[in-house]
Antibody, heavy 120, light 107 residues
Framework: QLQLQESGPGLVKPSETLSLTCSVS??????????GAWVRQPPGKGLEWIGS???????NYNPSLKSRVTISVDTSKNQFSLKLSSVTAADTAVYYC????????????WGQGTLVTVSS | DIQMTQSPSSLSASVGDRVTITCRAS??????LNWYQHKPGKAPKFLIY???SLQSGVPSRFSGSGSGTDFTLTISSLQPEDFATYYC?????????FGQGTKLEIK
């Protein structure tokens, strides 16, 4: 059974870079037909897609965040990562990683999520 | 961006009730519509893909319908474990977008 788990600092200072890693177990990240994706949920708000990456390294980002986002993949470690630069309080959110179906775009499964707070 | 609007935003119902949640897209998305269940502190759970196809392992009391711009999620007989927030998501075009959520509460 495929499982995903987010890890990284829970507190980031304004203007710094948020860095998270998603570790995949129970299956390979080198799965044809699937992306690794990041989705976030600010407190009291809805879900926002951040971006997705194929195991080849091809990426697709939300234009609203594109200038600040980098998603990368490390197939040797079965992981993919998120970097979000120049963070502000508006980036405070629960960050989820998920597997995304290439052809139909659904997200399944998801990690448990990790709360990242941007504060000095 | 395609805007997804869910209604109602919240809903109170009792165990055994039949409930319907509506999701409307700002433009046609064919059948590229997915539904998720989310409980506090848990990973979102994938329920329905392609508007009406039930994900493996999801109880048959859940069903979805619609195409184009208007979609519904129906729970035929609410169970205690169904009280959660439900989100629709369009996968027709990027950026992928979600509805604002419908919180289903116990009456």
């Amino acid at each position: 059974q495929l499982q995903l788990q987010e890890s990284g600092p829970g507190l980031v200072k304004p203007s710094e870079t948020l860095s998270l890693t998603c570790s995949v177990s129970g299956g390979s990240i080198n799965s044809s037909g699937y992306y690794g994706a990041w989705v976030r949920q600010p407190p009291g708000k809805g879900l926002e897609w951040i971006g997705s990456i194929y195991y080849t390294g091809t990426t697709n980002y939300n234009p609203s965040l594109k200038s600040r986002v980098t998603i990368s993949v490390d197939t040797s470690k079965n992981q993919f990562s998120l970097k979000l630069s120049s963070v502000t309080a508006a980036d405070t959110a629960v960050y989820y990683c998920a597997r995304q179906k290439v052809s139909r775009g659904w997200f399944d499964p998801w990690g448990q999520g990790t709360l990242v707070t941007v504060s000095s | 961006d395609i805007q997804m609007t869910q209604s109602p935003s919240s809903l109170s119902a009792s165990v055994g009730d039949r409930v319907t949640i509506t999701c409307r897209a700002s433009q046609s998305i064919s059948s590229y519509l997915n539904w998720y269940q989310h409980k506090p502190g848990k990973a979102p759970k994938f329920l329905i893909y392609a508007a009406s196809s039930l994900q493996s392992g999801v109880p048959s009391r859940f069903s979805g319908s619609g195409s184009g711009t208007d979609f519904t999620l129906t729970i035929s007989s609410l169970q205690p474990e169904d009280f959660a927030t439900y989100y629709c998501q369009q996968s027709f075009s990027t950026p992928y977008t979600f509805g604002q959520g419908t919180k289903l509460e116990i009456k």
